[in-house]
């Protein structure tokens, strides 16, 4: 009898032993929980953040190839290239004279004595500069796709995209002069059923290049025929 006392407080102090170990587990649970739950909710947070930028990357126009814009070269309805005589190197007239053109587009001719500089790779007819000013890129080397007034919607952001492909060029330098503007048909009509035209000033002769349809196969292939080092004014800006 007189050990019953001590077998009694052996128990008492394994239970209180047991809870206090059950207690413990219980707090591991629940910090482990929260650590779960943490970082669960950090990862979903950086996929958050993550995705959207990976997917805006991917659809970066300046990532994809020229290329890979608008449709094949032969689905684009385009004239063989035309090659013009080089004329107005060098011939500036005063800025807000209006000057007319032989080629539609022109190739080369009279401008403006300032280019379109620091140069856009893309403009509307709501912001283009004028075509005396884009005659003056053309002498430094740019290549200028003009587009008409049925280029909309989707069509247009092809544009808009193919020219900050074009404009991109790895390593950003020269190689990368490329424009593209809405055609201004007070200069004259494109012919029936053509909607855009590639123009390049080459240091003897002049290139010009009509299709009916965007076709960045075309621009890529117009643009290796026709490099912004084959001009007047190579390293113009």
């Known amino acids: 009898m007189a050990n019953k006392p001590k077998s009694q407080d052996r128990d008492r102090k394994a239970k209180v032993e047991e809870m206090r170990r059950a207690q413990q587990a219980r707090e591991r649970r629940k910090s482990l929980m929260f650590i779960v739950i ?3 909710l950090g990862l979903g947070l950086v996929a958050a953040a993550a995705v959207p930028a990976y997917m805006d990357s991917r659809n970066d126009p300046k990532k994809k190839s020229v290329a890979s814009f608008g449709v094949s070269a032969s689905g684009a309805d385009c004239d063989d290239v035309v090659t013009d ?5 060098s011939e500036h007239v ?8 032989d080629e539609v ?8 004595d300032a280019p379109a500089f620091p140069a856009r790779p893309f403009y509307t007819k709501d912001d283009r500069p004028a075509t005396e000013q884009l005659v003056h890129n053309l002498e430094h080397g740019y290549t200028v796709l003009w587009y008409d007034d ?6 247009l952001d092809q544009v808009r995209d193919l ?3 074009a404009s991109a060029s790895e390593p950003a330098g020269p190689s990368s002069k490329f424009i593209a503007s809405a055609w201004d048909d007070s200069y004259g009509t494109f012919p ?11 240091a003897t002769e002049s290139h010009r290049q ?19 080092s084959d001009s007047p004014e190579p390293n113009g800006q």
């Open 85 to 89: 005589t080089s004329t107005g190197a």
């Open 192 to 202: 029936e059923g053509k909607h855009v035209a590639l123009s390049h000033w080459g």
């Open 38 to 40: 943490a970082v669960v």
């Open 94 to 101: 005063d800025p807000g004279t209006k000057l007319t053109y």
């Open 150 to 155: 049925t280029i909309t919607g989707k069509k």
């Open 163 to 165: 020219a900050e492909s």
């Open 210 to 228: 009509l299709c009916g349809a965007l076709s960045g196969d075309v621009v890529q292939k117009f643009m290796q025929q026709f490099p912004y």
């Open 105 to 112: 587009p022109p190739s080369s001719g009279q401008h403006w």
